[in-house]
């Protein structure tokens, strides 16, 4: 049979449109699932929506200053006397989300590295399943914990910190009281933090290639060298994604934080100081007596906290998947 | 063909009385065990392998005399890899892996009990089937990779880098780009510098596991010309799926074969006899192509 | 062929030698445990934590001279094998400090009628032996009732959207369910703080809503996984005798992958059971047992444990473990039941 298209003629052949008319239930079904879709959507846009203009006023009326400034103080209720500025929050939190990233992340590489290169199948299994259950723990648990259990112990550790390092100015403190200090409360998000980042970077060095740790192996390297040479360097974007994923969890934590942090509205970097911040720890411990404008001002500082949370969500999850995408 | 002969012809490697072709075939390592334990190079005596309970492999005993070109051939699934692998106890990296027998490296018993496996292993280099060099290193980084996991003391690392590379036929082709990533190369080319780095350890023994059966035909004639020249120098242990190539390349030949059964030799022997006037049907069916 | 011989092997692996293995791995703890005893007698380092840290540095410090006894790179694989080891171990103290400790403070706190009484004619500094959390039990139940009503069938759609429709917006919607993840809670709760609360009451249905924006991603995300599952043969075989999507979509692809489904459902549940913040501004306390959903606050276990913190006294606080106690077995019941009807699938 002769083949009747060349390539002079193909060019000129109108390919066909696939179409199909789908029945009346179809129709409808697939408006009702794209619309449930897409309630995600619609509820985000609400809520950016929302906190930005009931903090319209406050974004007006204050600008800049509201995140550069750190008076709160609602005065008579009238936007003319009244100051709010979340800077001392802002830094607080931020400030505490580090301390927590920075005592957590040696414990994420120890433990994803034994879960995945150390550990036995079977101990593996139990032990994952348990890491799954603890990062189930509710957050007024590890707040409560924080404050009874942990306090008391932290602030023997920062008293001796204080007492070694003080010289260094963020461990210098003013009066020695250590308790409810951003280290306390950095200790408990570090814990808190620990299930989700641990499991994305446990997840990413699993797919380490097996043909390159193998080769190390077969250089006569050991263990240890096969880890840094392959694994360490192909898991490091899964270990930042894992760890910002954390950030991104540490920043949003309100109750632990309230229970083990004493708010104070001064941007302070000593961080063994019974002083700190947090943005959504303020928003949970004023809104019951808050004022309708103060209640503003809190809408304004939620929406602060929202966009840096999606921020640091949005930069966590990129950089994940591009580590996911680059194995495939 | 023409440089495989004149290896095989070679009076000085392979005199009549050391290398008996004309023995039943399957006993001519046997027979020769006393004298090969205590002569230096590669040999096994007696090796099974087993996955779980599939028994994969059967008293395999062949030996690999000093700078020599053993290719293993023989059908898929026939336990040549795993073979390979045990040569340098990769074998072990599999959970359910166990075996029986001895592998001898120099008259030392490699599987001993207190034997140090990276020590082995820096003695036995491999290369494996796909390219796998290092993609967060250089391409001098990766040569020089087994060097640092070692941690070897090496005076010059300039001059064993262009040693290594020369060796491995790369050195022209890359001495200009040394800092590239070592993924920035073609196939071929990242296959030369994994050998490269297997190279810079000074091995004893080189086991190469399909090495060019991800390769274009350019990349693997380089190839081959690189195991030519190693060979004066080094013993290789070649698994190749390609028959022209185990001919072109190898000084001996081993047939492998499972049918059924655990994988055994069938027919192991200087290249030339297997080749040409194989003792077993089925060797001779297998190397012209009639199955496998 | 030499084969004769085959019969008398047996399989062994040499690589295994568990008893050196066993000896290597245990002489440098063995020594540090002697120092860090030696250490804890002698020096500031008292106590069961200055014990571990005196263990913990004296094991660092054996690792890497019993590996230098063959050479640098063993010395420092122990080294790293022994800062791995150790730092997975030091990650689990706390969690086990923390189950120690609810169960011993909690306990203390529950009795026959803790889960019968409220705290209505009860005040959080009484004794132990009166009162309850009957009300946060049933207000927790409703709250989260109401939440799965809402968010478990969005949850689902949204999922289907993705492998059933598989329409244009699949990535947006799977970048709006990423993101509705990361919300932090407080920012919920202050939504419906602003829509709902500020406008009628704190209630029940408020507090729900609140959880069930929590609990939407959770769901669509493990949903999502779970219709992945399902084979593209199922769908093409649907298809072939002729089903409508819709009839594909309910009658086949979510029943065949219902206990998936529940799992994911159980899982989102479990994850917002114990918020806290979104509670406090939403549906606040109460200290009577109520089954009503609007009109009035509405307790909830969380908000209980929290309150008995607040106020603080000792026995207050008892009342604090003890509620956080029955939280957390809720809680990890719910994971475990989930993990169960999971794997039942998987086989």
């Known amino acids: 049979m002769a083949i009747a298209i060349d390539s002079g003629t193909a060019s000129s052949i109108e390919r066909r449109k696939i179409s199909e008319k789908r029945s009346l239930g179809d129709r409808v079904f697939r408006r009702g699932v794209t619309a449930g879709a897409l309630t995600s959507f619609v509820v985000m846009c609400f809520i950016a929506a929302l906190l930005f203009f009931r903090g319209f006023e406050i974004f007006r009326a204050f600008g800049l200053d509201f995140v550069t400034t750190s008076t709160w103080d609602a005065a008579d ?62 957050s007024i648990i590890y707040g409560l914990w924080g404050y009874l259990v942990l306090m008391p112990l932290a602030a023997g550790w920062a008293a001796t910190i204080n007492k070694y390092l003080g010289w260094i100015p963020i461990f210098g403190v003013e009066v020695e009281n250590f308790d409810a200090s951003p280290f306390v409360s950095g200790l408990v998000l570090a814990l808190m933090i620990l299930p989700i980042a641990m499991s994305v970077t446990r997840e990413v060095y699993s797919r380490a290639p097996l043909d390159q740790i193998q080769a190390a192996y077969a250089l006569g390297g050991s263990r240890w060298g096969a880890i840094r040479a392959v694994v360490l360097p192909f898991g490091r974007s899964g270990l930042v994604g894992g760890m910002l994923l954390g950030l991104g969890r540490a920043l949003g934590e309100t109750i632990a934080v309230l229970l083990t942090l004493n708010l104070v509205f001064e941007v302070k970097f000593q961080i063994l100081a019974s002083a700190g911040g947090s943005v959504a720890s303020l928003i949970a411990s004023r809104i019951g007596e808050a004022t309708p404008l103060e209640l503003k001002a809190l809408m304004a500082a939620g929406l602060v906290l929202f966009v840096l949370t999606l921020l640091v969500n949005f930069g966590a999850s990129s950089i994940v998947a591009r580590a996911e995408r680059r194995v495939q | 063909m023409e440089t495989s002969q004149n290896k095989t012809s070679n009076p000085s490697l392979f005199t009549p009385g050391k ?63 795993t073979f390979l692998r045990m040569l340098n106890r990769m074998h072990e990296f599999i959970p359910s892996a166990s075996m029986a027998g001895e592998v001898f490296l120099d008259g030392e ?49 300039d001059s064993l880098l262009e040693e290594c590379l020369t060796r491995a036929g790369l050195w022209k082709e890359v001495k200009d780009r040394l800092k590239l990533s070592g993924a920035s190369l073609s196939g ?57 190539q185990a001919a072109r390349v190898s000084d001996y030949c081993a047939f492998f074969l499972s049918d059924g059964h655990p994988g055994r030799i069938v027919e192991a022997d200087r290249t030339d006899v297997v080749f040409t006037s194989p003792k077993d049907q089925r060797t001779a069916d297998y190397v012209q192509g009639r199955f496998g | 062929m030499s084969v004769a011989l ?59 001279v019993f590996g230098l006894r063959h050479d640098k790179v063993k010395a420092i694989d122990k080294f790293a094998t022994a800062f791995v080891v150790v730092g997975f171990a030091t990650a689990f103290i706390p969690w086990v400090s923390i189950l120690v400790t609810l ?36 207000g927790t139940f409703l709250i989260l009732l109401v939440a799965s009503v809402i968010a478990i069938p969005l949850g689902i759609l949204t999922a289907a959207y993705i492998t059933e429709i598989r329409g244009r917006l699949s990535g947006f919607v799977r970048v709006m369910v990423q993101s509705m993840s990361g919300v932090p809670s407080v920012v919920a709760g202050l939504f419906i703080y602003a829509t709902v609360v500020s406008r009628y009451q704190f209630s029940g249905v ?142």
């Open chain 2, 19 to 81: 290398m008996p072709a004309e023995m039943p075939i399957g006993t001519r390592s046997t027979s020769l065990d006393e004298r090969m334990v205590n002569m230096s190079g590669l040999q096994t005596k007696g090796i099974h392998a087993w996955f779980g309970s599939h028994h994969v492999l059967e008293d395999i005993s062949l030996d690999f005399p000093s700078n020599t070109v053993t290719g293993l051939i023989g059908p898929s699934g026939c336990g040549k890899s």
């Open chain 1, 77 to 138: 209720g009238t936007i003319e006397n009244a100051k709010f500025g979340v800077a001392a929050m802002l830094v607080g939190s931020i400030v505490t989300a580090v301390i927590a990233m920075v005592v957590a992340f040696p414990f994420v590489v120890a433990s994803a590295l034994f879960l995945e290169f150390y550990a036995s199948k079977k101990l593996k299994f139990i032990l994952v399943s348990i890491l799954d259950l603890m990062a189930a723990i509710p």
């Open chain 3, 103 to 138: 169960a011993q403070k909690g306990w203390p706190a529950i009795y026959g009628g803790y889960f019968t009484n409220d705290m209505s004619v009860t005040g959080a500094d009484d004794d132990l032996g009166m009162g309850g959390l009957s009300h946060a039990i049933m």
């Open chain 2, 109 to 157: 018993e490699i599987y001993a009990a207190d034997v140090d496996v990276a020590a082995i292993r820096l003695q036995v280099g491999m290369v494996f089937q796909k390219p796998n060099p290092f993609p967060s290193m250089t391409i001098a980084e990766n040569v020089l990779a087994g060097i640092k996991l070692a941690n070897i003391k090496v005076k010059d690392k």
């Open chain 3, 206 to 347: 408020a507090g729900a809503l609140a959880l069930a924006i929590l609990m939407l991603p959770t769901i669509a995300r493990t949903a999502e996984e779970v219709l992945k599952l399902v084979p593209e043969e199922i769908r093409s075989a649907s298809y072939a005798l002729g089903a409508s999507q819709m009839a594909t979509t309910f009658r086949i692809i979510l029943p065949s992958a219902r206990s998936g489904l529940i799992t994911a459902s159980m899982l989102g549940i479990a994850r917002v059971a114990g918020e806290t913040a979104p509670l406090l501004l939403t549906s606040f306390y109460s200290a009577i047992f109520s089954r009503k959903l609007t009109g009035e606050p509405l307790a909830s276990l969380p908000m209980y444990v929290f309150q008995n913190f607040t106020v603080g006294t000792e026995h207050a606080l008892t009342r604090a473990w003890g509620g956080a106690f029955v939280l957390l077995s809720l809680i990890l019941s719910l994971f475990i039941l989930a993990r169960f009807v999971g794997g039942r699938t998987n086989k």
């Open chain 3, 6 to 64: 085959g019969a008398a092997v047996s399989p062994g692996r040499p690589w295994l030698n568990r008893r050196r293995s066993f000896r290597e791995a245990s002489a440098p703890v063995a020594v540090a445990l002697v120092l860090a005893a030696v250490a804890n007698l002698v020096t500031g380092l008292a106590g069961l934590l200055g014990f571990y840290l005196a263990f913990v540095i004296f094991f660092a410090a054996t690792s890497l």
């Open chain 2, 188 to 244: 071929g080319q990242q296959q030369r510098l994994c050998i490269a780095r297997a190279l810079a350890v000074k091995p004893k023994v080189l086991l190469m596991d399909e090495p060019c059966s991800a390769l274009d035909p350019g990349s693997t004639l380089k190839i081959e010309d690189t195991i030519h020249e190693l060979s004066d120098t080094i013993t290789v242990v070649i698994v190749t799926h390609n028959m022209q």
